[in-house]
């Protein structure tokens, strides 16, 4: 593996505000923060992964949630358009950082709510976006328009699970992990028409087992998630739990950490 990922490290992660349902204002213990954080960016290294930081500014806590920065396809980049007030200087920093590795940077129009891989996914020539809670169903249409993709979209019914990676992973162009809980039967019938679904419960779910990073046969997953790595190891897919305590905190975990690029 030799692909790309952006991390941020919690130099500054908080919770100070509430903008999901799991911000219950919990102090976050930032030097386990900090331990869990480099665990990841050590696992990623380690499989092959080349990590790229950006620095976070000391007044956005959940700056380290890069997946939330935009959607990229080669060498385009669609920035989010951050629904909360609390999150939305995030896009300046991102573009900046877009711009000096020679991105192309495309912004949406400021009416169009869009956070990024936050929502959505990419297989193979499809963009799989999720939209209901933080994005526009018309921000997934120009994304997939501006990437030169096909949409398929995902309505989201289940506010705990406000962003598409928090209820799905996709393990595979052919195979996904999902919590059904978190979409309507209708979506899933569409779901199923592209992929085969492995589904999670809701005490999995709720430990953010579908917030995992995928590493070609590798999926790095949230600690206590030990019976869903076991049934993933019959499609031959080797899990790496980290404890994400201290991002769970803020309704976050594993894959909203990392921005694949």
């Known amino acids: 593996m030799n692909r790309s990922i952006l991390l941020c490290p919690p130099v500054f992660y908080d919770v100070i505000y509430s903008i999901n349902p799991w911000m219950q204002g919990e102090d976050v213990d930032k030097p386990i923060a900090m331990q869990q954080w480099f665990q990841l960016k050590n696992i990623l290294s380690h499989l092959g992964a080349n990590v790229k930081l950006i620095d976070q500014d000391p007044n956005l806590p959940d700056m380290v949630f890069t997946a939330n920065a935009g959607t990229v396809r080669g060498a385009d980049v669609v920035l989010s358009n951050f629904k909360?007030?609390?999150?939305?200087?995030?896009?300046?920093?991102?573009?900046?950082?877009?711009?000096?590795?020679?991105?192309?940077?495309?912004?949406?129009?400021?009416?169009?709510?869009?956070?990024?891989?936050?929502?959505?996914?990419?297989?193979?020539?499809?963009?799989?976006?999720?939209?209901?809670?933080?994005?526009?169903?018309?921000?997934?249409?120009?994304?997939?328009?501006?990437?030169?993709?096909?949409?398929?979209?995902?309505?989201?019914?289940?506010?705990?699970?406000y962003h598409l990676d928090t209820c799905f992973t996709l393990l595979r162009p052919d195979l996904a992990l999902y919590y059904p809980g978190a979409f309507s039967s209708y979506t899933i019938s569409k779901l199923k028409k592209h992929m085969e679904l492995i589904p999670v419960s809701p005490e999995a779910a709720n430990k953010f087992v579908c917030n995992s990073i995928v590493c070609g046969n590798v999926i790095i997953m949230p600690a206590g998630n030990d019976a869903v790595a076991d049934e993933l190891e019959n499609y031959g897919i080797q899990a790496r739990l980290i404890d994400t305590s201290e991002y769970l905190k803020s309704g976050g975990s594993l894959q909203c950490m990392a921005l694949w690029i």
Request: hydrophobic residues 40%.
């Open 84 to 161: 909360h007030p609390q999150r939305q200087a995030e896009s300046q920093h991102f573009a900046q950082w877009f711009y000096n590795e020679g991105y192309n940077v495309h912004r949406l129009p400021p009416s169009a709510a869009f956070e990024g891989c936050g929502d959505t996914v990419i297989a193979n020539e499809l963009l799989i976006g999720g939209y209901g809670f933080r994005s526009d169903l018309k921000a997934l249409r120009m994304t997939a328009e501006i990437l030169d993709l096909d949409l398929l979209p995902l309505k989201l019914s289940d506010p705990n699970f």
